[in-house]
């Protein structure tokens, strides 16, 4: 099958950066979009960006021109680089990759996700 796993979050003050990193492995044929998502205490998850395999990227309002997406292919990765860190940033980010992979001989596509990486913002 396949696993997600992501790293590098921390503890960060107000304006400061993190670097968050995600890699997939397993019996892995190819990866579509590979996507950001973050959920903070009491809230419901919310994507942060996306990148498809291409590089094409998207982000969320509240994150554009302080975050950025980019991705290693021969990698099977994606990082996310924060800058300029808000409170409002704090949150479990989790990375979730759209995945063709082999299964019992065949081929099959599906989502898989990270456990997690918690983000905390504070001064």
């Known amino acids: 099958q396949v696993q997600v796993a992501e790293s590098g979050g921390g503890l960060v003050q107000p304006g400061g950066s993190l670097r968050l990193s995600c890699a997939a492995s397993?019996?892995?044929?190819?990866?579509?979009?590979m996507a950001w998502y973050r959920q903070g205490l009491g809230k419901e998850r919310e994507l942060v960006a996306t990148?498809?395999?291409?590089?094409?990227?998207n982000y969320a309002d509240s994150v554009k021109s302080r975050f950025t997406a980019s991705r290693d292919n021969a990698k099977n990765s994606v990082s996310l680089v924060m800058n300029s860190l808000k409170l409002e940033d704090t949150a479990v980010y989790y990375c979730?990759?759209?995945?063709?992979?082999?299964?019992?001989?065949?081929?099959?596509?599906?989502?898989?996700w990270g456990q997690g990486t918690q983000v905390t913002v504070s001064s």
């Open positions: 397993g019996s892995i044929l190819n990866i579509y979009d």
């Open positions: 979730n990759a759209d995945v063709q992979f082999v299964r019992g001989g065949s081929s099959s596509r599906g989502g898989f």
């Open positions: 990148i498809a395999n291409g590089g094409r990227t």
